[in-house]
């Protein structure tokens, strides 16, 4: 009877560690749900542009990895230098910009998958390129990701349950817009103020507006 009863807790035990793996796998694995592929034919080879930043692919050179991405696209749309190391961007601006990790990606955040968490032996970056929330869908702007010749594009991933942690850099990029507007809108009424103060300036601007011919 008890060796019974041990044999019981033995299988019970196994089903239970089974049935625990096999949920940590599922939830590693990375999930794709569609993908276009093109035909890389040169050194140089652009597969995709997003913000006016061309992801690239050699087909003889040196592997443009998806690191080369994520740092050009932060310097030349976002106009911040950003070192990639470990599991999140470092943005190199003396505190005028960083990066916050955020629960739901929207356009523009960048994204990293931990080899962990992607079942892989490799990390891998990616820029969230679109979300489609009624389909619960994100697509993806990247690189170096090939399969047979060929570089990936608009790869389609869930929203929920990724394998993927999103940064935002902050502020974002429409509050730094925001700001500037303000600014030269400051600048050119303190000019303006700064003009009509002086009557001298002020009666010669009279005069043109009253002899302007257009």
């Known amino acids: 009877m008890k060796h019974?009863?041990?044999?019981?807790?033995?299988?019970?035990?196994?089903?239970?560690?089974?049935?625990?793996?096999?949920?940590?796998?599922?939830?590693?694995?990375?999930?794709?749900?569609?993908?276009?592929?093109?035909?890389?034919?040169?050194?140089?080879?652009?597969?995709?542009?997003?913000?006016?930043?061309?992801?690239?692919?050699?087909?003889?050179?040196?592997?443009?990895?998806?690191?080369?991405?994520?740092?050009?696209y932060c310097r030349e749309y976002l106009g911040v230098e950003v070192r990639i190391g470990g599991s999140a961007p470092i943005a190199c601006t003396d505190g005028e910009h960083w990066f916050e990790e955020v629960a739901e990606a929207k356009p523009g955040d960048i994204l990293y998958g931990s080899a962990a968490a992607r079942g892989k032996g490799y990390n891998h970056w990616a820029i969230c390129k679109s979300v489609n929330e009624s389909a619960g869908t994100m697509t993806l702007f990247e690189q170096n990701w090939r399969w047979n010749g060929c570089a990936g594009v608009d790869r389609v991933i869930p929203l929920q349950d990724s394998c993927y942690r999103a940064f935002r850099l902050m502020p974002e990029p429409e509050e730094i817009e925001e700001i500037e507007t303000e600014e030269v809108a400051e600048t050119a009424q303190t000019a303006e103020s700064a003009v009509y103060a002086s009557p001298l300036l002020r009666y010669a601007l009279d005069a043109m507006d009253d002899t302007a011919v257009f």
């Open 4 to 72: 019974r009863n041990l044999v019981r807790s033995l299988i019970a035990l196994v089903l239970c560690i089974t049935a625990i793996t096999a949920g940590i796998t599922a939830a590693a694995y990375e999930k794709t749900l569609s993908c276009s592929y093109r035909k890389i034919t040169q050194d140089g080879f652009v597969a995709d542009v997003y913000n006016g930043v061309e992801a690239r692919y050699n087909l003889y050179g040196r592997t443009l990895y998806c690191t080369e991405l994520i740092e050009r």
